[in-house]
């Protein structure tokens, strides 16, 4: 979480996450601050910023993807750490599940399943939280489906700068999944 408010704060790189939370100013909607916290920490990330972050699947990038949007979301559902850590928990395997089917080398941006993990931890801890647990396991199986089937094709053109775009872009995509598979 550190290194996402420091990209705000400094202006890392192409300053993604400061440049979303602008296009809303002070109504912006938990969906965006969740991409824009994750632009951020990988902006700071790429270009410069020496604090340690959460990895998964052998990438920061793609650590910073799932961690924040789950993290933004707690704050805003007003969840309990327990309930953050779970979510947090689901998140990562879920998406360390996807990556199983990838393999070592990909043109493939592990940004999507990140995010995709994001929006399952989302999902979780919004179904829990309602009472809603019967429908968690489907929900989680639309969101991947519907996150994947929409980005899966973007690809990695190697750790750089324009991660955080991507980033951006796959938290969007996969929030927009679970909202498709919530409705």
């Given at each position: 979480?550190?290194?996402s408010?420091?990209?705000?704060r400094?202006?890392?790189?192409?300053?993604?996450?400061?440049?979303?939370?602008?296009?809303y100013?002070?109504?912006?909607?938990?969906?965006?601050?969740?991409?824009?916290?994750?632009?951020?920490g990988?902006?700071?990330?790429?270009?410069?910023?020496?604090?340690?972050?959460?990895i998964?699947?052998?990438s920061g990038?793609q650590?910073?993807?799932?961690?924040?949007?789950?993290?933004?979301?707690?704050?805003?559902?007003?969840?309990?750490?327990?309930?953050?850590?779970?979510a947090?928990?689901?998140?990562?395997?879920?998406?360390?599940?996807?990556k199983?089917?990838?393999?070592?080398?990909?043109?493939y941006?592990g940004?999507?399943s990140?995010?995709?993990?994001?929006a399952?931890?989302?999902?979780?801890?919004?179904?829990?939280q309602?009472?809603?647990?019967e429908?968690i396991?489907?929900?989680?199986?639309?969101t991947?489906?519907?996150?994947?089937?929409?980005?899966?094709?973007?690809?990695?053109?190697?750790?750089?700068?324009s991660?955080?775009?991507?980033i951006?872009?796959?938290?969007?995509?996969?929030?927009?999944?679970?909202?498709?598979s919530l409705?």
């Open positions: 979480v550190a290194i408010y420091e990209g705000l400094q202006g890392y790189g192409g300053e993604v996450g400061r440049t979303l939370l602008e296009l100013g002070t109504c912006c909607p938990v969906q965006v601050r969740a991409a824009a916290a994750a632009a951020a990988s902006d700071a990330r790429m270009n410069g910023c020496p604090m340690p972050v959460v998964n699947s052998g990038n650590g910073i993807t799932l961690t924040l949007p789950v993290v933004e979301y707690a704050k805003e559902l007003h969840a309990s750490s327990e309930m953050m850590l779970r947090l928990v689901l998140a990562n395997l879920l998406s360390v599940h996807q199983k089917y990838i393999g070592s080398l990909s043109a941006c940004a999507t990140a995010a995709t993990g994001a399952c931890g989302v999902a979780y801890m919004m179904l829990r309602k009472g809603e647990q429908r396991y489907q929900i989680l199986c639309d991947i489906t519907n996150s994947i089937e929409t980005l899966g094709g973007m690809v990695c053109d190697g750790a750089k700068a991660c955080a775009a991507k951006g872009l796959a938290v969007e995509n996969a929030l927009m999944a679970l909202e498709l409705a």
